[in-house]
């Protein structure tokens, strides 16, 4: 016999794990392309 | 296209179109989630984790997408020397290797319920695996090939060529073989799937495209940006030991 699972735990950890995801690589991307982009301006002026 | 290959009509474009695909991809993800949270109706034999395809499908494409816009841009930097090529590959990989990843944890959390186990050995998953550790080598060998290479990037270039092999076998997989996934619901032109969960479906493929679109576009400006500061960095050391 199946025990029974609640479906609703794995449509909400599935969504944790996707958005999560999704945001921490923009946030990620953002921040490091801002980086770069200040150094090569503090290298253009040094 | 080599009208793109400058490097400042490059930013000049990415400078809008970044934070345009980034920011209406995401209100256009986020609001297709809520709908297929919220809104759309449970399926009659799945039940509420049919829910778990508006993340699951568009992570599987965008991991497969991924890897042919290596495929496309190690083709582009074989054949014609592209300068942005290169460029572009890098900047495909690591947003391509976390939808794999999210497609394959998320297709996990699926499967627990509806098949009663986290994972099988069958062509689909083991194909989706596969381009994972095929993303993870072609990172490390693009990052080696910067210090051996000279940044000529040929290696990960054949590399990116020869992976794309497994995007077919991957598509294909539930085809060709016995499989516990599923075969394919949307083919070109026609869908097995009702309007109920095909509207959400592609309005969250839509979204994660242009969240994908603007990270990659993200990452070129900083590839290029780490590149221009080295180079100057490199000069201005050479010319102060010329002067020195």
């Known amino acids: 016999m199946r025990e029974a699972m609640d479906p609703w735990t794995f449509v909400v950890a599935a969504y944790v794990v996707g958005v999560g995801a ?8 953002l921040l490091s392309m801002r980086r770069a982009e200040k150094r090569r301006d503090s290298a253009r002026n040094r | ?3 793109f290959a400058n490097p400042a009509r490059f930013l000049r474009i990415a400078r809008w179109l970044m934070p345009l695909c980034m920011g209406t991809g995401l209100v256009v993800a986020f609001a297709a989630l809520g709908w297929g949270l919220f809104v759309a109706p449970a399926e009659r034999l799945q039940g509420e984790t049919v829910r778990i395809v508006y993340l699951h499908v568009p992570a599987a494409w965008l991991g497969m997408a991924g890897w042919m816009g290596i495929a496309g841009a190690s083709f582009t930097e074989l054949v014609w020397r592209h300068p942005l090529a290169a460029i572009a590959a890098k900047a495909c990989a690591v947003p391509g290797a976390v939808f794999t990843a999210v497609c394959l944890l998320t297709g996990s959390l699926w499967g627990r319920p509806a098949w009663g186990t986290w994972w099988v050995w069958d062509g689909r998953l083991t194909s989706m695996l596969v381009l994972l550790f095929l993303y993870f080598g072609w990172m490390a060998l693009s990052q ?59 309005a969250a493929m839509l979204g994660f495209t242009l969240i994908f679109a603007g990270v990659v576009l993200a990452r070129m400006r900083a590839i290029l940006a780490e590149q221009q500061a080295e180079a100057r960095l490199r000069r201005k050391a050479r010319a102060e030991v010329e002067a020195f």
């Open chain 1, 22 to 29: 999704t945001l921490a690589m923009v946030v990620w991307a």
């Open chain 2, 144 to 202: 080696a090939s910067e210090v051996a290479d000279g940044g000529q990037n040929r290696a990960p270039a054949i590399f990116g060529l020869v992976g794309a092999v497994n995007v077919p076998i991957i598509h294909y997989s539930v085809i060709w073989w016995n499989s516990q996934h599923q075969p394919p619901s949307i083919t070109v032109g026609k869908s097995a799937m009702s309007g109920d969960f095909l509207v959400p479906l592609l």
């Open chain 2, 1 to 3: 296209m080599h009208g």
